[in-house]
């Protein structure tokens, strides 16, 4: 079974600086889906940023990029300039290649974000 | 984007009474929804599959006569938590992927649901 990892349960950063939200993950499958998802305290999921594996490149969205390591499990989000609005709980999600009722999302506990003014 | 509704957004029920969540897909089809529950603090844990059609598939854990979830249409999926407990206190979230677009799950704004 697929596992999810955040190991940092809070992480401040202060206005206009740059933070890294850090998400390992366990799988034995070689295609899967990675996001970022950005829960404010209204606790709407919103999506950040989303990662195909089979993609080298690192996928960016604005101020928002990770860091994929294929081969170590990695899936790191970097927010650059932060802003006030940032601040929110974030999950890291993992998702297998298949459609239909096997696309369900595995959460990680996620990370709450403070951004300092 | 593709926008899912839920209803009612936050309910308070007396234990024992059941209680009924909409999940709906406004400008998509859906043939796949997903139920998780989210405890304060805490992540989102799937509780199971809603698939148009057929009978959902529960995670193992989740009583599926406890909570009963019917999927009738493309765009609706509905859950009911029946003889609600204080224990069934939770958020209750639904996400959709677009039906032959299965890259990115929509999430509904999720339910609050309190048992007294």
């Known amino acids: 079974a697929q596992t999810v990892t955040q190991s940092q349960p809070e992480m401040s950063v202060q206005e206009a600086e740059t933070v890294t939200l850090s998400c390992t993950y366990d799988?034995?499958?070689?295609?899967?889906?990675l996001f970022w998802y950005k829960q404010p305290p209204s606790r709407q999921m919103i999506l950040v940023i989303r990662?195909?594996?089979?993609?080298?490149q690192n996928a960016t969205e604005n101020r928002f990029s990770v860091n994929f390591q294929k081969a170590a499990k990695s899936f790191s989000l970097k927010i650059s300039d932060s802003q006030l609005g940032d601040a929110a709980m974030y999950f890291c999600?993992?998702?297998?290649?298949?459609?239909?009722?096997?696309?369900?999302?595995?959460f990680g506990k996620g990370t709450k974000l403070s951004v300092k003014p | 984007g593709a926008v899912v509704s839920q209803h009612p957004s936050r309910v308070i029920c007396k234990s024992g009474t059941s209680v009924k969540i909409e999940c709906r897909s406004l400008?998509?089809?859906?043939?796949?929804m997903f139920w998780y529950r989210q405890f304060p603090k805490q992540s989102l844990m799937l509780m199971a599959t809603?698939?148009?059609?057929?009978?959902?598939?529960?995670e193992q854990g989740v009583e599926k006569d406890k909570f009963l979830i019917n999927h009738a249409s493309l765009t609706l999926s509905t859950l009911t938590v029946t003889s609600a407990h204080p224990e069934d206190s939770s958020f209750y979230i639904c996400?959709?992927?677009?039906?032959?677009?299965?890259?990115?799950?929509?999430f509904g704004p999720g339910t609050r649901l309190l048992v007294l």
């Open positions: 996400s959709a992927p677009k039906t032959g677009d299965w890259e990115t799950q929509y």
């Open positions: 799988t034995s499958e070689s295609d899967y889906y």
């Open positions: 990662q195909e594996a089979y993609k080298q």
């Open positions: 999600a993992y998702r297998s290649p298949y459609g239909g009722s096997q696309g369900n999302l595995i």
């Open positions: 400008d998509f089809q859906a043939t796949t």
């Open positions: 809603s698939n148009e059609g057929s009978k959902a598939t529960y």
